[in-house]
Nanobody, 122 residues
Framework: VQLQASGGGLVQVGGSLRLSCATS????????MGWFRQAPGKERQFVSA????????DYADSVKGRFTISRDNAKNMVYLEMNSLKPEDTAVYYC????????????????WGQGTLVTVSS
């Protein structure tokens, strides 16, 4: 599975962005997909995840109610809709794929995209 994230950019506080993650590989639909982010000088943190079959979703408390994860298995795409953005959302965002159950631990994700930078200006 190969992943490529896009859609990042510069946005003002309160604005919105939609991140996309394009995947390749015939087994994409059997992987749970997650979004993580890493701010400068900080550890990578979990943002959201979606299961491969039942489309169960999970969100970090810091983004719950503002971010929405979705996937289109037919198009091999995963999305992260981000609304009401805050300066603390500034980070490089990564999409990742993991087999098995829906998890938050980065070490459980086997495949990673290259990341896309989101900058929220105040």
């Amino acid at each position: 599975v190969q992943l490529q994230a896009s859609g990042g950019g510069l946005v003002q506080v309160g604005g919105s962005l939609r991140l996309s993650c394009a995947t390749s590989g015939r087994t994409f639909s059997s992987y749970n997909m997650g979004w993580f982010r890493q701010a400068p000088g900080k550890e990578r943190q979990f943002v959201s995840a979606i299961s491969w079959r039942t489309l169960v979703t999970d969100y970090a408390d810091s983004v719950k109610g503002r971010f929405t994860i979705s996937r289109d298995n037919a198009k091999n795409m995963v999305y992260l809709e981000m609304n009401s953005l805050k300066p603390e959302d500034t980070a490089v965002y990564y999409c990742a794929a993991a087999p098995g159950i829906l998890v938050r631990e980065a070490r459980r994700y086997e495949y990673w995209g290259q990341g896309t930078l989101v900058t929220v200006s105040s």
